[in-house]
């Protein structure tokens, strides 16, 4: 997965510099990734249960603390917790990559394109639902969409659509600055 962001994110920086006429089939990819690994990550996140003891499980015969726990999840091992549960996310690693290479599929054949709002800023959602990346305040990425500018009237509508599929938040570098996002919260804005 770290490979997906740190793709996506030398990508992201080179568009902010210098955006590109068209995206290459390789960018495309790296998009749909990344929108795919925001996606999952996201649905897992909010998942009720976040650890789970299977059946049968004899629990520990020695207490490991809560760094060597660390170093073998970052090195891919499983190990089991002193209460005998196991931390969801280990299993969600492979959901998620699964979710990212079926939302992947689904976006095979699609484009993106680069929008620039005339005036006001774009906001973030904790979950993207609207193929809309961004990148920056002042720039994103679109499903669909031809690479150009866009009205105040549309990022409110953009805005408004990314407000109402978050779940708990959207944060920008300024919310006054981002026309659709303040109205009638349904939950706590963050300025950024």
Known sequence: MKKIEDLFQAL???IILDPPAKFTVEQVEAINEYFG????????RHLPMQRVRPRG????????SA????????NGIMAIAPDGTYPLR????HAILLAITQLSEQLEGRRWGIIRPLEGEF????????GVI????K???????DSGFITRDDLARINSLMRQSAREYVFGRALKACPGAMRAPLFNCVDG
């Open 37 to 44: 690994l925001w996606r999952a990550r996201a649905e897992q």
């Open 67 to 74: 760094d060597t726990l660390e170093l073998f999840e970052k």
């Open 139 to 145: 720039l994103a990425l679109a499903l669909d969409a």
């Open 123 to 130: 906001c973030v959602p904790d979950v993207p639902m609207h």
């Open 57 to 64: 499980s004899p629990g520990t015969t020695r207490e490991l």
């Open 134 to 137: 961004p990148i920056s305040p």
């Open 90 to 93: 280990e299993f969600n690693g």
């Open 12 to 14: 992201a920086e080179a």
